[in-house]
């Protein structure tokens, strides 16, 4: 998965394997905190997934700022 900016920059990215590795561990054997299970979602994949949209819009806001 990545996100891009609309110029095609990759500003964020993750392997879909690694995802699924990860979102099938119990939390507690997650030694990554970037993309660690968050309390608001039940499901791993689902906060996973939130964690890595937050990640690449840190990463990506500031490279739009004129």
Do not use: W
């Not at 394997?17 to 660690?36: C, G, R």
């Not at 990463?59 to 004129?66: A, H, K, M, N, V």
Request: one cysteine or more; hydrophobic letters at 40%.
């Amino acid at each position: 998965m990545m996100i891009c900016l609309p110029n095609g920059t990759v500003v964020h990215h993750i392997n879909a394997n690694y995802f699924l590795d990860i979102t099938s561990m119990k939390p507690e054997d997650v030694e990554n905190n970037v993309f660690s299970f968050s309390s608001t979602f039940e499901d791993p994949s689902t906060a996973t997934y939130m964690q890595f949209l937050k990640e690449g819009l840190r990463r990506g806001l500031p490279l739009l700022q004129p």
